[in-house]
């Protein structure tokens, strides 16, 4: 039985594709398509980078009382193991 391309994908790990609708401003579209702008990899790696950043926002909040309570730590107490740090 021959490998479709989503078996291929599952093997390969790599995240599929899937086709959606968008507005966007006509002016801008019709500059973009004149400028010879692939609008969905352009929109795919815009979204993936705010996806990220707003994970990483995320993370950053949701940790903050960890991360204020290991530094008020460190600060009283200083790094662990410091004292054998060779450097």
């Not at 599952?10 to 966007?24: C, F, I, M, Q, Y």
């Not at 996806?51 to 903050?64: G, I, L, M, P, S």
């Amino acid at each position: 039985m021959p490998a479709t391309q989503t078996t291929r994908r599952a093997r390969t790990g790599l995240p599929g594709k899937r086709a959606t609708n968008l507005s966007l401003s006509s002016d801008v579209l019709e500059a973009a398509k004149d400028l010879e702008i692939n609008i969905s990899q352009v929109c795919d790696n815009y979204l993936r980078d705010l996806v990220r950043r707003e994970q990483e926002r995320k993370w950053r909040a949701d940790h903050a009382d960890f991360i204020a309570a290991y530094n008020a730590t460190v600060d009283a107490e200083g790094l662990p193991l410091d004292e054998w740090r060779s450097f």
